[in-house]
């Protein structure tokens, strides 16, 4: 959704007036520097009209962490350009370079309004309801569980157990988006695991066992970084494979470690799915609720910035009723940078195998339009 | 879409008016045997409804080897109901089943017409021109490749290669399909390996690195069960972790191994996706296509009952022409069950890291309406 905030950004831009050139950095921070920029209204038209439909960043994205002196150099630029306005799409990681820009151009007393827009499928920023990106990732999410429920359901005499291993590194919220796509009791997803509540493997593999028995299949979905009750990842207590330049540590897979353990200890085949940037990318599943909101939070972006606010980023405020709104407000791109908004505690299940019925009401209007049903046999039809 | 083929029965039978009821076998051939059977005609109709928006089988599938006493056993079931057509969907091992059956039916002179209709993913059978289910996993690989394939270049600095590992035993027809993903040249796939090609890890690593040089990035798609240039699975020398009852063998995952591999030997990180049951579940990428051909095919099967057909499977047939079209036909069922069709050489391209562009012409019809358009910066609108 980082390019439909984008044409939202462009759109109200050039209608506004107030603006002689919109410029793109390319792969963000990185391109500022190196002062790598592109017109973006010199653009070919199928460009803005693509935006919607194309996944991912069209400009570019970066995990490039500040040095010292790259806040000057990032005004530096700026200035070269007569920039009066920056806009930053992103999570914590962007929120902390945008604030750090808007921190030098105070110092410096550089008139410049710096202003974020949120986006993370992971829904982790704080202050906002939920993020721009989120939506869609849980629809797709929900979608996938019902549908590879059914699947698991119609294969449950050979292969009874599945494991989705979904994006999240410290957060639950997309695990929990899978219980969307639960239609009937005893359907999919049957264990949810979240890394806000850390569980030994026997304590998992006994509610697999017990999902099993009662409903003759199983279905897992758990976080890439899953926690056992040590706190370290299932299965790579050894450690990461991998630590990225913002300290994000990646590990081997929790989930094909689960699947093999069901398999040795229940003695139940069990196959292994990692949708992996399918859940940020697949357009086919996106959430019309979200499209609306993500370039509505661009816009707000270019109208925060003409009303004369800087060093915040655009968030989703509920409004109370009957009915799902959102509006948009503002909060300090300081406080956004700084918390992860984890899952609450009234979000998870007391047994912590699950999110809880508080987290569903949340999430729901956030996917959009009803989800298709699945067709069910009345069993007392026998011939 | 085993769902909207058994649909097309149901409708054909019903319509035709020369069938009393319409049973259903739960678990297939499991469900004959064990008399579990479920009367069609008096579910309720959301059923037959939803069907067609229902992935996998709604009545369960099975994975059971015929025993030698199992035909005769089949056809006191069949008797008992007074059953005149005996309908099967499915690949290989169901036309073999299917096969048996009418074998016995004749040995034992009981007039039953036995047909197959074609259902695989894998799009592996013979004589027919492709698989109902194929199009549609075809057309959400196309879609996966090319967002992902987006994702990947917008992450190129930190995150420059992708590794998705697809369905497809022994033949490359899916991870074929996802070449329909690429809009330009340089864009995903760039390495796409099929089974019909074992290929040394070291002239797979040198495509991943030439790939890399040219475009920034890379998308290598491969089969579950890739072989090295000995012919063992990559990465697993060790040998299968588990062999089905139909002897089919399932591996460790040569995507993850390549994944490893890439970062140690080539010193660029690499993701790893696994789609899973997702290609032949989510029915958000469906292909219009492969929908419409599938309850054809269940509607053809009723039809060649009706017109004194018997242990045969329906076909597709491809008209020449300038437009895409199928007519159904029929060819034995023993011949589907026991030969099995994997990529021709003129559909793979010499080097054998890709498919031709005859596979292109091939499959382009099948995935139904053009793929959405991906937004491309002019790069020389540079500011």
Chains 1, 2 share one sequence.
């Not at 460009?47 to 994205?61: D, I």
């Not at 992996?276 to 910035?305: H, Y």
């Not at 956030?366 to 007392?380: K, Q, T, Y």
Request: aromatic share 6%; charged share 25%; glycine share 8%.
């Amino acid at each position: 959704m980082v390019n439909t905030s984008l044409a939202g950004v462009i759109r109200a831009a050039l209608e506004s007036g107030r603006f002689r050139r919109v410029l793109g950095m390319l792969h963000g921070i990185e391109g500022l520097l190196a002062d790598d920029l592109v017109d973006l209204a010199a653009q070919p038209a199928s460009f803005l009209e693509r935006l919607a439909q194309t996944p991912s960043a069209a400009l570019g994205s970066c995990r490039y962490k500040l040095q010292p002196d790259d806040p000057e150099r990032a005004l530096e630029v700026l200035r070269r350009h007569e920039a009066g306005v920056f806009i930053y799409i992103g999570g914590n990681d962007s929120a902390d370079t945008a604030h750090r820009v808007a921190r030098a151009a105070r110092t410096a007393s550089y008139d410049l309004a710096v202003l974020g827009v949120p986006k993370t499928i992971d829904n982790d920023l704080p202050e906002t309801d939920h993020c721009p990106g989120y939506g869609s990732a849980a629809r797709f999410l929900a979608l996938a569980t019902r549908w590879v429920g059914a699947d698991t359901r119609a294969m449950r005499r050979t292969d009874p157990v599945r494991i989705i291993e979904v994006m999240g590194r410290h957060a639950g919220w997309l695990a929990a988006a899978s219980a969307l796509g639960r239609e009937q009791e005893g359907d999919a997803p049957h264990v949810v695991l979240v890394p806000e509540r850390p569980l030994a493997l026997e304590t998992i593999l006994a509610a697999v066992q017990s999902a099993y028995r009662a409903s003759g299949f199983a279905v897992v979905v758990l976080c890439e970084n899953q926690p056992d009750e040590t706190g370290a990842v299932l299965g790579a207590r050894g450690g990461p494979r991998y630590v990225d330049p913002f300290g994000h540590a990646y590990y081997d897979s929790p989930g094909l470690y689960l699947a093999t353990q069901v398999q040795e200890r229940l003695g139940l085949r069990a196959r292994y799915d990692k949708p992996g940037a399918l859940q940020k990318t697949f357009m086919a599943a996106a959430s019309s609720v979200d499209l609306e909101e993500a370039e509505r939070c661009g816009r707000a972006a270019v109208e925060l910035a003409l009303g004369g606010h800087s060093d915040e980023m655009v968030i989703l405020l509920r409004d109370d009723g009957p009915h799902y709104h959102c509006r948009t407000g503002a909060a300090p791109l300081e406080v956004i940078a700084n918390r992860q908004k984890r899952l609450p505690e009234a979000f998870i299940r007391p047994d912590g195998l699950g999110p809880s019925a508080a987290f569903l009401d949340y999430a729901r209007p956030l996917i959009g339009e009803p989800l298709p049903l699945l067709a069910r046999l009345d069993p007392s039809a026998r011939a």
